[in-house]
């Protein structure tokens, strides 16, 4: 027995924010993501949770850290300028290692920019936006199928890592609507369950913040069942403020750890003919579609070009990008925005191979044309060379 559902982007956030055991959500309106908050204030009631419309995202930002330490699973959802709003928050969460979901849908910056046009612009916000050293995981789906299996894994994530997790789409993503089927048999996601309580033997104070030599992540068990203290300031095993200058590194050094040890694991991505490939097309989101089509005409043109699609944009799949770097020629990466990300990848490029920068940030989408045309020039090169 199955379902086909013609889902928008944005819906299938939803449906799957509750599939995996989301059951508060804290929002603002904002273009181009007010359609999630829509679904979870008419589907959450019917599940038994909560939803609120905050007066800012700050305050929503705050509120889901409020509700998951309270032992519910929650998320947000918002555009560029909320997100902007959400930093200190973020930085908060990620501090105090509080597993929540973000959705930011991208639109065209800075400030108010194109509410209702897609862009790739908060890449990099997405990795330093909050201040300080910190890690960050950032799941980027292209397909509406892959934004309700990824948004589960979203979740998932930010449970097992303890840490703020966001779920990144785009304009295009957010409101396109594609036919995703539901087979009610097998279709059953594994969701990574929350804590609920835990034995503390003798000990009076549940110690969440425990830090060991291999930076394992403690669980996190809701408040009222456990006794800990919450804190942004840098704190020891029990969540109190600190002062000694080693302790304070340790702490610091487990929230980079925790997830960059842990970043194969972490990294998700598409490959596609890449055996062979002389040129590879980096793609990521909306984008990623077009590259797709452009890599398999040129492919139908005999050139030897492949595509790589990182769904995991944060920590980046270093390992394999670095193999690519190493068996390529070229390495050609289209984004809307100004180069984000070909830039942090000519910082993995240690053999000198040629990224070629293709951006767009006029508010529209880049064409497999567009695409196309760069792989012919690339390969004219390369011929000639």
Known sequence: MGEMLFLQGNEAVGMAAIKAGCRFFAGYPITPSTEIAEYMSRELPKVGGTFIQMEDELGSAAAIIGASLAGVKSMTATSGPGFSLMQEALGYAIMTEVPCVFVDVMRGGPSTGLPTKPSQGDIMQIRWGTHGDHQIIAIYPSTVEEVYTYTVTAFNYAEKYRTPVILVLDETLAHMRENVYFDYEKENPQVVERLKEVDLGEEELFLPFDIDE?????????????????????????????????????????????????????????????????????????????????????????????????????????????????????????EMNAGQYAKEMSRLNKLNKHVESLTKTNGELITPDEILEVIMKMWVQITEM
């Open 214 to 334: 291999q930076f394992a992540v403690n669980p996190l068990v809701e408040m009222g069942k456990t006794r800990f203290h919450v804190s942004g300031l840098v704190h020891d095993e029990s969540g109190f403020p600190i002062r000694d200058p080693s302790m304070i590194s340790k702490v610091i050094e487990h929230l980079d750890s925790k997830i960059r040890l842990s970043a194969e694991e972490i990294s998700i991505y598409n490959e596609y003919m890449l055996q062979d490939a002389d040129i590879v097309v980096v793609a990521y989101g909306s984008v990623a579609r077009s590259a797709l089509k452009a890599v398999k005409q040129a492919r139908s043109d005999k050139i030897p070009v492949g595509f790589f699609k990182p769904i995991t944009i944060w920590p980046m799949p270093t390992s394999r990008l670095k193999l690519i770097f190493k068996n390529a020629q070229s390495i050609i990466v289209p």
